[in-house]
């Protein structure tokens, strides 16, 4: 049984996988915020867990717990590099690619082979990257995550409140403070999406992240939602078996 983990700012994710099961297939799949992390490492044991594979972007003493919840399994600690999983990576310095990112856009073209592509992965953070159709990563955005947006402006100003966005997106020109804050909060995050699609003829756009369902309403072009994208990425990069040394993320 192989494990898949991404340890993000926020949660880790988690996903469990056949042998020999398509990027995406699984058995099981959670996620549980860092403080619950003993709880989900529960759900691991007892499966059968041969190796892991894990993307971890939430520093050094998470890998540290991680790492003593993972022994004595095989673990390969993903990081970004030149090449992997027929993926070419264009950043000027490969390996200061976030593992995240290189691991969502490898899910991404294991989704849409031949494809262009925008992955924007919405989460503490929103990264907005860009795919070739011949399979190179060519670089992206980041921004503040959804959350982040309005946290900043209940913090630092006098008057204004935290929002929370809804199921429906409010009215572009909201009629109240709350639903201005969500609306100018959402606008951004889409706009930084569309100006991607814009800028990235013919690309297709993969949406991820747990802001993701709120900021596709706002969106005027055609996308896809898929969930845990950057466990799709780590499958994939199992499933295409090229090994790698212990490398820190």
Partial sequence: MLLLIDAGNTRVKWALAAPG????DWLAVGAAPHA????????WHGQGVSSAIVSNVAGAVLRERLAALLQPITTEWF??????????????????LGCDRFAAA????????????????????????????DGRFIGGMILPGLALMAGALARNTAQLP??????????LFADNT????????????AGAIERALAAHAGAACILSGGAARYIAPALKYGHQLVDNIVLVGLHAVALAATPMGDKRC
């Fill in 79 to 96: 990081a970004s590099n030149a090449e992997r999983a027929g993926l070419v990576n264009g950043y000027r310095e490969p390996e200061r």
């Fill in 21 to 24: 099961a398509a990027a995406g």
């Fill in 178 to 189: 709350m639903d201005a804050i969500v609306s100018g909060c959402l606008s951004a995050q």
């Fill in 36 to 43: 619950d992390l003993d709880a989900a490492a529960a759900s």
């Fill in 162 to 171: 935290q929002a929370v966005p809804g199921v429906n997106p409010p009215p």
């Fill in 106 to 133: 490898i899910g991404a073209r294991a989704l849409a082979p031949g494809q262009a592509l925008i992955v924007a992965t919405c989460g503490t953070a929103t990264t907005v990257d860009a795919v070739s159709s």
